[in-house]
């Protein structure tokens, strides 16, 4: 392993043993610091969810948005503080530290029961946190990760969240995901997917806020090809009177179905912008919580 990957496995370990222990508002407020240097030292990072950011906010003024672009690496690095101290949790405070919203009534009740249930996801606010809730009260989560470079890296992170009782499947450099996926529906399984972005060259092109961007098919098709029901989920935050954590809050979307005309890949693409309609909503109200710091526009990806 070179050298910067072993310091950057050593340093995510030495974050989980020690952000955790550290009082809530000191651990926030140094992220929050952490965060405002990031935004004014403006690397490749944070210009790209500049962009991102003016796609879907073109009436502010620049200063506007460097304010949200600062609010933006706020909310992400929150995301890490959070991930770092979930450990912490019980089953009690994860419930306090959640608000659902939206659909989650007709959610809950397929959930109860018994039948499966697929999310898709944007990289909004903070999921690890809802994966970790819905262990203890909604359902035992089956999702796939991003192989992530240095593998090590990727592995404390599998390690991590399976800890949190969710399973999960790699996306590449393993058995196929979809088949696995499959299988997890048929015994009734909830499997929440993000999928605003595509990493696999075979998603979709979709509309959000009036621009073009690819999508991934992955909950569409899923949906279609095994009946499962399919809700989009926007998770954003809210502060907490008196708490330097913030709550997490779950929108459901309206459940999702198929339009019924056309063929399937016809079917698939309409579910997957249904989706993100619904997801483009919130961004729009909630930007800065959307954490995309990676192309995903067409015209910026030739």
């Given amino acids: 392993m070179k050298v910067r990957d072993r310091l950057e496995v050593a340093g995510y370990r030495l974050a989980w043993s020690v952000v955790r222990m550290l009082p809530e508002r000191a651990a926030y407020s140094t992220f929050d610091r952490v965060a405002d240097v990031m935004a004014r030292r403006n690397g490749k990072s944070v210009q790209r969810m500049r962009s991102n950011y003016a796609r879907i ?21 929150r995301y890490w503080c959070d991930a770092f101290r979930l450990p912490r949790h019980t089953p009690e405070s994860l419930e306090e530290g959640i608000r659902l919203t939206g659909h989650d009534e007709e959610a809950r009740a397929i959930v109860a029961r018994g039948e499966p249930l697929v999310l898709f996801l944007g990289h909004l606010g903070n999921w690890d946190f809802c994966g970790a809730w819905a262990t203890f009260h909604f359902a035992p989560v089956t999702t796939v990760a991003e192989r992530l470079k240095p593998e090590q890296v990727y592995d404390e992170f599998v390690a991590f969240r399976e800890s949190l009782g969710m399973r999960i499947l790699p996306l590449t450099g393993g058995p196929e995901v979809f088949p696995q996926l499959r299988d997890a ?26 621009h073009r961007m690819r999508a991934a098919t992955g909950p569409a098709r899923l949906s279609l090809e095994t009946g499962a ?74």
């Avoid at 906010?57 to 690095?77: C, F, H, I, K, M």
């Avoid at 060259?201 to 806020?209: D, L």
Wanted: hydrophobic fraction near 40%; proline fraction near 6%; charge should be negative.
């Fill in 57 to 77: 906010r073109p009436e502010l003024a620049d200063a506007q948005l460097d304010a949200l672009v600062t609010q933006g690496v706020r909310s992400y690095l």
């Fill in 185 to 210: 529906i048929a015994n009734g399984g909830f499997v929440p997917l993000l999928a605003d972005r595509d990493l696999t060259s075979h998603g979709v092109e979709v509309t959000m806020c009036g």
């Fill in 229 to 302: 029901a399919l809700f989009p989920l926007a998770v954003t935050y809210e502060p907490v009177p008196g708490r330097a954590a913030h709550r997490v809050v779950a929108h459901f979307g309206p459940r999702v179905t198929a339009s019924g005309t056309g063929g399937p890949a016809e079917q698939v693409q309409d579910m997957t912008q249904q989706c993100i309609d619904s997801l483009g909503g919130v961004i729009r109200e909630h930007t800065q919580d959307w954490h995309m710091m990676q192309r995903v526009f067409v015209d910026e990806l030739d």
